[in-house]
């Protein structure tokens, strides 16, 4: 909601990215980079005199373009102006969603019940806080108990799907081996600094989360 403020943009669009809005939620590193100023710079009246593309015509419908003096300022990348942070990206975000596909999944798959056990079953550790409720009678969630979660979903999950049917063997190790993906990318991600090798595993994780999400594509 920051960059929609900053921005003038609608829900529905990526703030860095021109990544049309069925397309959101993928891996969206080939979409051509937003240039604000470009975006300045388009005229309604122009959308039929040619000087501009259909692809312009599309990115622009999906931008309330006013004035905005971080647009106009020389060396200064709009888009570059609010920086993600782990707590609401990748805690209440990402973490977020991805614990309503979950509970959906192991509810299809009869496992809740055993998720539940294994969740409410951990021992205290330092650092660790003991869950004493299952993850649904929680009614609110904040950033510690969300990072908290990070650190232990995995090894949960692992438990409640141990011994598959058959016709569970693919998707629980599709399930596990998303889950696995943004664990790592958010532990990662943690790190205080960064060469070009963690960055490229912070990639790879992402990119192996968007090819296996599929498997939770119904909730």
């Known amino acids: ?29 080939s979409h051509r980079t937003r240039d604000y100023a470009r975006y300045q710079r388009y005229k309604p009246e122009n959308q039929n005199s040619g000087s501009e593309s259909d692809d312009d015509h599309i990115m622009c419908d999906n931008l309330g373009i006013g004035q905005n003096i971080f647009h106009r300022l020389d060396r200064v990348s709009a888009s570059d102006l609010y920086r993600p942070d782990m707590l609401h990206t990748i ?26 056990d294994v969740w409410k079953a951990l021992p205290p550790y330092p650092g660790f806080l003991v869950h004493k409720k299952a993850y649904h009678e929680v009614t609110q969630w904040q950033g510690k108990e969300m990072r908290n979660l990070g650190s232990s979903i995995l090894g949960v999950l692992t438990v409640a799907l141990r011994q598959p049917g058959g016709a569970q063997v693919i998707p629980f190790k599709r399930a ?44």
């Open 176 to 219: 596990l081996g998303c889950v696995r993906a943004l664990v790592n990318f958010n532990l990662m991600a943690q790190y205080r600094s960064h060469m070009s090798d963690t960055i490229a595993f912070m990639e790879d994780y992402l990119d192996q989360f968007h090819k296996l999400k599929d498997i939770f594509l119904e909730f």
């Open 91 to 116: 805690y209440l975000g990402l973490f977020k969603h991805m614990m309503h596909w979950i509970q959906g999944f192991l509810k299809k798959h009869g496992r809740l019940e055993a998720f539940n």
């Open 1 to 29: 909601m920051e960059n929609v403020a900053l921005h003038g943009l609608k829900t529905n669009a990526c703030p860095k990215r021109e990544v049309p809005p069925h397309e959101l939620g993928t891996n969206a590193r």
